[in-house]
């Protein structure tokens, strides 16, 4: 999601459009005006059924919205911090915090494939309307249209796997019963992969049998199976970190740089030695005020190199994840986000402690596991 662009926001919750959407809205608009309405409604002219393809591919996008509104506004009901709202050629996606428990993980869940539904028997109510009582043959056949799409988006986000909104519901309630959250995500998580494999290999066999759009099936089976994996190893990471502290995984000490340095003395001197791809940066006081990423300073015009300076090209502090010594890991992972995730800058107050990188928080993850297996 990290190349979207953010159009506003929506409820308060900032909204953003991935590259992928203009995609969506000429494959859908494309299918539905050349393809699916001249077959139901033949004798149009090309205008209408362009204008038809167009109009039912931007209704489909705002019904997608629709659904990831319903999470969150649900979210924001029982005071689950939403942070962005993301459409992409896949649907959507809304980045919130975990619910505190499963009552509140089950709500959220249900929300959008209900609002789907609700959309989708909507626009058929519609379709009956325009076409039987004011003889609107094209603006009902795109209704029709419109409805089966959210009825199958309904009924597909409700199947039992994660990331579906089926898999958040199968999740909740396991979790309800078991008492034990990471548990639950790893069960989901695992259902999703089997999906995802199931819908993959339902898609090609689709297009050796001459269906081309069993490559959309393939590919949303793909994403299944990446996100799916993820989520359980998210799972696994969160039980084996469980009263971490920061400072237990932390690097210390630390390599930084000055960023009052200029790119071009920097690059003369100091980088060639460096062990790490990232450093944080210390102002004249000596107080952290960012994180340099080495291989942005190839970026950098060599004409520019000699003015420049490395706060100018580096990620200020307030875009990058900070937490105190004494801060728990899992908490700390948790206030990550893709603009200003990893490393997380460990910080006493004011004075530069650590650094945690990823590499640091695999590695803790991995050793607690063995640990764990051993006194097993």
């Keep these: 999601m990290n190349n ?25 608009g494309y299918s539905l005006g050349s393809q699916t309405l001249p077959v139901w409604l033949p004798g149009q002219s090309t205008t209408a059924y362009t204008v038809a393809g167009l109009t039912g591919a931007l209704l489909l996008l705002l019904s997608l919205l629709a659904h990831e509104t319903a999470h969150a506004l649900t979210a924001r009901r029982k005071d689950i911090p939403v942070h962005n709202v993301t459409l992409w050629a896949l649907g959507g996606v809304t980045q ?63 199947l039992p796997a994660a990331p579906l909104d089926g ?28 999906l995802g494999i199931l819908l993959v290999t339902l898609g090609w066999i689709a297009v050796l049998n001459g269906a081309w759009s069993g490559l959309w099936l393939a590919l949303i089976g793909f994403f299944v199976i990446i996100v799916a994996k993820a989520e359980r190893q998210q799972a696994s990471l969160t039980t084996a970190l469980a009263g971490v502290r920061a400072t237990d995984a932390m690097a210390s000490p630390v390599q930084t740089a000055p960023d009052w340095t200029t790119v071009q003395r920097f690059l003369d001197d100091p980088a060639m030695n460096a062990r790490h791809s990232t450093l944080p940066l210390l102002d004249f006081e000596g107080h952290p005020s960012g994180l340099l990423r080495l291989p942005h300073l190839a970026t950098v015009p060599p004409p520019q190199r000699e003015t420049l300076r490395l706060r100018d090209v580096g990620t200020p502090l307030s875009r990058c994840t900070t937490c105190a010594p004494d801060d728990l890991l899992e908490d700390v992972i948790k206030k990550l986000r893709p603009r200003n995730g990893l490393p997380i800058i460990v910080m006493d107050g004011r004075q530069l402690t650590g650094i945690i990188t990823a590499h640091d928080i695999l590695r803790l993850a991995q050793r607690r596991q063995l640990r764990r297996k051993g006194s097993g």
Excluded: C
């Excluded at 409820?11 to 995609?23: A, E, K, Q």
């Excluded at 919130?96 to 869940?109: I, Q, R, T």
């Excluded at 199968?170 to 695992?190: F, K, L, P, Y």
């Design 96 to 158: 919130m915090d975990k619910p505190p428990a499963p009552g509140a993980a089950f709500l959220v869940a249900v929300s959008g494939p209900l609002t789907s539904l609700v959309v989708g028997g909507a626009a058929l109510g519609a379709a009956v309307g325009m076409g039987a009582g004011l003889g609107w043959e094209v603006p009902a056949a795109v209704m029709v249209w419109l409805g089966w799409a959210n009825l199958l988006v309904g009924v597909f986000n409700l």
């Design 167 to 194: 898999g958040r519901v199968v999740q909740a309630v396991m979790w309800w019963r078991t008492g034990d959250r990471e548990r639950a995500e790893r069960a989901a998580g695992r259902s999703g992969q089997i």
């Design 4 to 28: 979207s662009l953010r159009i506003g926001q929506i409820l308060g919750v900032p909204l953003s459009i991935h590259w992928t959407v203009p995609l969506l809205v000429f494959l859908f």
